[in-house]
């Protein structure tokens, strides 16, 4: 099959690569590592203004009524600019709420995709790993309700969002239940993240008193939501790295075209050009891993999830190939703070890890054959 963006998604991709290098230059993402305020809440108005919120939504739901791939596009353009933001954690709650149809969060999924809430998903217990299916975090009944006491770890921008979308046990079934970070109980302390640029959070839930309209859904529905809406965060978390790798992989080509050593630039080494060749060989492919997850999961094909799980398992393995390339390239200036080429590193690195590894997502892949 040769795949090709259609006219409408390049027009997409050129307007969201001019938007972000005009509003988010690398120099604007240095500071936003280095200020000690988590948000930058005119860049956040920007992405909402572009209608990048819920852009693959029903336009019923708030959204622009667009598909996965175009969510792929933008997001791509969103890896290449290392963009600093709250977005993937957002676009996971949105899909989720919009997946679970509960009647009663319309309303706050349409302030979640007019950008005036945002929110995150508390997927992970401590200990614990990316498999739904391994979450254990239970809620208590009260007289009065409900209680959730427990921990979860690595949940993204938690310091930005307003609602945590907390995934725990109701008895013996899986639900989600709706928390705002600001409730008595909960605690939110910033994890070690190599990335600077996205904020990685272990909240503590102590004695967190719930009602029965917190909870979002429960059993068959809250498992269909969440698994679909991982899926679509994933798959966000592969374009994000390809942007990077993209990003990388140019940077790294006219740097070798540039730079000399014994009078002849480093580009003419046939060692260099084996490694920038595989580094296109890798983004490429990682390119088409992507779009095509992307379209199989839009249009429900037979092979949608595993097409996904191929794409995270492929991207992880590739973006930290592309990236270590490009740093051996580019020689000592490569190691350094004053570059950009870490920046880069470190989102491919931290998503190589989010909502599971290549290990992980090959095992995904073995049990949907098997």
């Not at 942007?243 to 009078?263: H, S």
């Not at 088409?288 to 092979?303: I, K």
Request: glycine fraction near 6%; charged fraction near 20%.
């Amino acid at each position: 099959m040769e795949f090709d963006l259609s006219k409408p998604q390049k027009l997409l991709r050129e307007m969201a690569r001019a938007t972000l290098t005009k509003n988010c230059p690398l120099a604007r993402v240095r500071e936003r590592m280095a200020s000690t305020d988590q948000h930058d809440e005119s860049l956040w108005q920007i992405i909402v203004d572009q209608g990048w919120v819920g852009l693959h939504l029903d336009e019923s739901c708030g959204g622009l009524g667009l598909g996965l791939v175009e969510l792929a596009v933008v997001a791509e353009e969103m890896g290449r600019a290392c963009l600093p933001s709250p977005f993937l954690a957002t676009t996971w709650a949105a899909t989720f709420l919009a997946q679970a149809a509960n009647s009663e969060y319309a309303a706050t999924l349409s302030s979640i995709t007019e950008g005036s809430i945002k929110a995150t998903v508390a997927l992970m217990d401590q200990d614990s790993d990316w498999e739904i299916e391994n979450v254990q975090t239970q809620l208590k009944p009260t007289p009065a309700g409900w209680q959730l006491t427990g921990r979860k770890t690595l949940v993204l921008d938690t310091a930005e969002v307003d609602i945590l979308l907390c995934v725990v046990r109701q008895g013996s079934e899986l639900a989600v239940v709706s928390i705002s970070t600001q409730a008595p109980g909960v605690q939110c302390t910033q994890a070690r993240s190599l990335d600077a640029t996205r904020k990685l959070f272990d909240v503590s839930f102590d004695a967190v008193s719930l009602s029965q309209k917190d909870i979002i859904a429960v059993g068959k529905q809250a498992r269909e939501a969440l698994e679909y809406s991982t899926r679509v965060a994933t798959l966000a978390a592969c374009a994000e790295m390809l942007g990077a790798m993209q990003w990388i992989r140019e940077a790294t080509l006219d740097y070798a075209k540039t730079r000399k050593q014994f009078d002849r630039t480093i580009g003419s080494y046939q060692a260099v050009q084996h490694q920038c060749a595989d580094m296109l060989l890798m983004t490429e492919s990682a390119r088409a891993a992507t779009y095509y997850a992307a379209w199989a999961l839009s249009v429900n094909a037979a092979d949608g999830n595993k097409a996904v799980a191929i794409a995270k398992a492929y991207c992880s393995d590739a973006g930290r190939e592309v990236a270590h390339r490009g740093v051996q390239v580019h020689g000592g200036i490569g190691f350094t703070w004053e570059h950009d080429l870490h920046l880069f590193l470190k989102r491919i690195k931290v998503c190589e890890f989010l909502f599971g590894d290549a290990t992980f997502h090959r095992e995904q892949i073995a049990k949907l054959i098997l």
